[in-house]
């Protein structure tokens, strides 16, 4: 097994490691990096739980070579709040209960975050089709997606802080 | 002040904090020093002998360290486990498997990878026998043999009711329907896989378990029953249930997976990680349902409803490994005279051994009651349909009478409470009924085929009390334990866990009411039998019923203690003073009190002489009786007479689940539930083909709703508290799933029944309803 050297830049930070040329993109976060809080559901790109976003698109971590990473800028859940202030998007999954277990939630709110950038104002039969890459077992959707129109509301500042 | 957050508060979770920023702690998430992969080799064949397992290759892999098979366990006579039904259960064969992906033998490796290379290098010798797959066939005598420690395939026959007086009624009945009704297989999914890290301290002779249970307490008597002669006794074993990625139901069974993980570490002296991939998860854990019931009504023309009769075959794979309580092998399927008064129920279930992978599990629903409450629903329906009757007026008319409560049904069943007919009318109301039922005769005059479908279920939930209710022996009481702070703060431990139920917030509610301690104040831990009091876990809907009135009842020792504190600093008599939520105060004097944070204080700084110190309290609730949760549940369909696409266009959950402690976090529950019951009535089935090939092994197979095919549900509710649970609540987490299945069939029926359609099995597909429809040439041609 051959093994590369590859640079990612993951949540602004720069980082460097030998992988193999096997290792799932998401192994690196969870296994190499330390960084658990993208999960993995399913292994076969149909869950989502492992969605981070990758050169500004939403991608399953779970289906992309560390490698193919090499040189991109990524974005996980360890990198929405802040500052320690919690983004728009973590802010609506609280308050509108957009969330049970928590296991799919990273994924969900990486897809948000995506949604979100290209559609500012998604309807909700927009926000179902964006987030229909990403299983919940738990919330039956409904609250998920008052969470992500919390946050479009939040982030065009519709809502009173 | 903070907010008290007591009963009807919506309070925001406690447990988003860490979820929401990526820092929650599930099974993967753990790493040791030193932390070795365990991988599993599983069978292509549902029944084969095992000639020989080729390890050479495997062990040749740089970083592989050992193979184990049956018999490396069987040095240690724990290669059988016993399932929670008392049967056996293999955790790796000696020489034969039972199901197709059974556990062949496990890998150990130093990382993950290496440990799947060296499952991919193990070869193995297979000698494929004769298989059987469906139930009915293997009842029928010379049938090929599953267990070859058993006399047949049959494994147990249980029955329940007066069949006497039930024949009676049917010969004599005015009306009698029946219809055959397939519950199928299906999986709980939790998005989370099962999975667990053993470390075994060889220096102590300690193990940590830490593992994804909803019942670690039950888990840890199960390790010590069956390692005991190894010298694991109960003291050196602790479980920990960490955070859980939803459970379900199929996280209550202990799976081959954690005893290899188990063994391994003890042989190694290395943690050792075990996390299924979702096939694994698919294939081989614990299903729910496959329940074939051959249900009978029989009544009156004028609707009056008489008698039932059930017959059931329940295919419970190689071996019976459903949890259920001791006493109950069909759980708690006897609640199937539903919200009806009948005079007299008879019913009967087999259990029956094939070649698919154990189980009987629930899928969000208490032991067997979904299957229960969907033949009751659907006959229902079937009757009313018999004799013309509208499906509502029918219900209406056999509804047990709201001033029957306390009410015993035919099977034995004694309801707490209820008031059924006000949750139908409830749900009437809000969806329009009277004016679907115009609008659904205008549109069959125009050829479109629309449904309305009703369901009013009760359930059974809260198990469960003592006398009747044990799992392996162990009664099904629950825990709290309470320990107030000096500065008026206080921990909470119980002896269930939550999978996404959010009791870290409403557990603390409970004492937040009870005590008038803010609801921020109170930590509530649970997971970890070193430090949380024994209970049995959270399944079957009994959080809330059996913990969450344990921890009313320790907040009450509290208060009473705290009373005597109060009397002793107020220098007044116990009996002179009252008590207002968060405060003691003397009567007719309400300047003179002593808040709940003033006594904490004082019981660690100035309790009276001759009384001991501390603020603290432990209940282990042995509820009463069972709960019974309601609702009425109605769904509007349109089906798409070209395709057979059912479209659901509304539906109406009313449900009442006696006194809601977070609102909030109940309406969650039901839209999870309503999903959770909408996913088998129209997508979700394991099925095999006649070798016992398990399809449905991935989510491209087995179908879980996304966001896109998931109902917008409406919601509504009634209160009739439950008048013996300390805080009258009834439990909420599955009635949802339990209840919303039938709805969906019967409104699908009710589309199709101008065609002379009765019955439908779910799921309920397009195909499916395209071919019924065709069969009564309904459907639309190009």
């Known amino acids: 097994m051959s093994t590369h050297h590859i640079q990612v830049t993951i949540n602004g930070k720069v980082h460097e490691a030998d992988v193999e040329s096997r290792l799932l993109l998401v192994h690196l976060f969870r296994e190499n990096l330390n960084m658990t809080g993208t999960h993995i559901g399913c292994d076969t790109t149909s869950c989502g739980a492992c969605t981070v976003i990758l050169d500004g698109k939403p991608v399953k971590s779970c289906t992309v070579f560390a490698v193919q990473a090499d040189g991109s800028e990524i974005r996980t859940v360890e990198g929405l709040a802040q500052d320690g202030k919690l983004s728009a998007i973590q802010e609506g999954f609280h308050e509108k209960h957009g969330l049970q277990c928590g296991f799919c939630t990273p994924g969900m709110m990486m897809t948000t975050s995506a949604l979100l950038e290209q559609n500012p104002h998604p309807t909700e039969d927009e926000i179902r089709h964006a987030i229909s890459g990403n299983l919940c077992r738990c919330t039956g959707y409904m609250n998920i997606v008052k969470a992500v129109q919390y946050a479009a509301d939040k982030m065009a500042e519709k809502v009173e802080v | 002040m903070a907010e008290i957050h007591g009963l009807g508060s919506s309070r925001k979770r406690v447990e988003d904090a860490r979820f929401i920023r990526g820092q929650g702690n599930y099974i993967d998430d753990f790493k040791l020093p030193g932390m070795l992969h365990l991988d599993i080799v599983r069978s292509p064949y549902a029944h084969a002998k095992i000639k020989k397992i080729h390890t050479e290759k495997a062990l040749a892999t740089p970083g592989v360290l050992a193979v184990i098979d049956g018999p490396t366990l069987q040095k240690y006579n724990v290669h059988n486990m016993p399932t929670l039904m008392s049967d056996t259960q293999m955790v790796l064969p000696l020489d034969t498997v039972k199901y197709q992906y059974q556990e062949v033998a496990g890998v150990l490796a130093t990382d993950r990878y290496t440990a799947a290379d060296g499952v991919a290098a193990v070869e193995v010798d297979y000698e494929p026998l004769p298989v059987v797959v469906d139930p009915f066939k293997a009842l029928l005598p010379g049938a090929q043999k599953v267990r070859d420690d058993k006399d047949s395939n049959h494994i147990w026959h249980w029955e329940w009711g007066d069949k006497e007086k039930t024949d009676k009624d049917f010969e004599n009945a005015e009306v009698t329907v029946k219809e055959n009704i397939y519950i199928p297989r299906i999986h709980v999914s939790s998005i989370e896989t099962c999975g667990c890290v053993a470390k075994w301290d060889a220096t102590n002779g300690h193990l940590t378990l830490w593992m994804t249970t909803q019942a670690p307490h039950a888990i840890r008597t199960v390790v010590a029953l069956i390692t005991g002669h190894l010298g694991l006794s109960e ?36 943690p050792v990680k075990w996390i299924e991939d979702r096939t694994d998860n698919l294939a081989a854990d614990s299903f729910g349902r ?126 707490d409470s209820g008031n059924y007919p006000a949750a139908l009318r409830k749900a009437m109301d809000m969806i329009g009924y009277e004016d679907l039922r115009k609008e659904q005769k205008e549109k069959l005059a125009r050829g479109e085929f629309m449904g309305i479908g009703i369901s009013s279920f009760t359930e059974i939930v809260g198990a469960g009390p003592s006398k009747h209710f044990d799992i392996l022996g162990l009664k099904m009481f629950d825990s709290c334990e309470i320990r107030v702070h000096p500065t008026g703060k206080a921990i909470a431990r119980f002896g269930t866990k939550s999978q996404g139920q959010g009791h870290e917030t409403t557990y603390a509610q409970i004492i937040a009411e009870e005590l008038g301690i803010p609801a921020d104040h109170i930590k509530v831990e649970e997971g970890d039998t070193d430090t949380a009091p024994y209970g049995l876990g959270t399944y079957a809907s009994r959080s809330t019923p059996v913990a969450g009135a344990a921890a009313a009842i320790a907040s009450r020792k509290i208060r009473e203690k705290a009373k005597k504190i109060a009397a002793h600093l107020l220098e007044a008599n116990e009996d002179d003073l009252e008590w207002e939520r968060g405060r003691f105060f003397v009567k007719g004097s309400p300047d003179q009190g002593k808040t709940i944070q003033e006594i904490a204080f004082a019981a660690y700084t100035n309790h009276p002489q001759g009384m001991e110190g501390g603020l603290e309290a432990v209940n282990y609730y042995d509820p009463p009786n069972l709960t019974y949760p309601f609702g009425s549940y109605i769904c509007v369909v349109d089906i798409d007479r070209g395709t057979g696409q059912v479209k659901i266009r509304r539906f109406v959950a009313v449900d009442d689940c006696g006194v809601r402690i977070n609102p909030m976090i109940v309406e969650g529950q039901i839209h999870g539930g309503l999903t959770m019951g909408f996913a088998p009535a129209m997508m979700e089935e394991i099925s ?91 459907t639309l041609e190009e």
């Open chain 2, 290 to 415: 496959d329940y074939h019931i051959t249900a009978e009504l029989a009544g009156k023309k004028d609707g009056t409803l008489t008698a039932l009769r059930f017959k059931t075959i329940a295919d419970h794979g190689y071996t019976d490994a459903a949890a259920n309580p001791s006493k109950f092998p069909a759980g708690l399927f006897h609640i199937c005279t539903g919200s009806y008064d009948f005079k007299n129920a008879f019913i009967e279930v087999d259990g029956v051994y094939t070649n698919k992978p154990p189980g009987g599990i629930a899928y969000r629903c208490s032991f067997r009651v979904t299957e229960a409450v969907h033949a009751i629903e659907r006959m229902a329906d079937v009757y009313a349909l018999k004799i013309g009757m509208d499906p509502a007026e029918f219900r209406m008319k056999n509804f047990i009478k709201p001033e029957a409560f306390p009410y015993t049904s035919a099977l034995g069943w004694e309801y």
């Open chain 2, 688 to 778: 095999y083909d006649v070798d016992g090939n398990v399809h449905g092994t991935n989510f491209m197979d087995y179908l879980l709703p996304t966001a896109v095919e998931t109902p917008k549900w409406e919601l509504g509710e009634t209160v009739t508290p439950s008048p013996h649970h300390p805080i009258g609540a009834k439990g909420v987490g599955e009635s949802a799933t339990v209840g919303a299945p039938a709805a969906i069939v019967n409104a699908v029926v009710d589309a199709l029944s101008h065609l002379g359609v009765t019955t439908i099995d779910i799921p309920m597909t397009p195909r499916k309803v395209w071919e019924l429809m065709h069969k009564h040439g309904a």
């Open chain 2, 235 to 270: 003291e050196k074993i602790r479980v920990i249930s960490p955070d859980i990625g939803g459970g379900f139901g199929g996280k209550v069974p202990a799976y081959p997976g954690y005893v290899i993980a188990v063994a391994a570490s003890i042989v190694t002296g290395a």
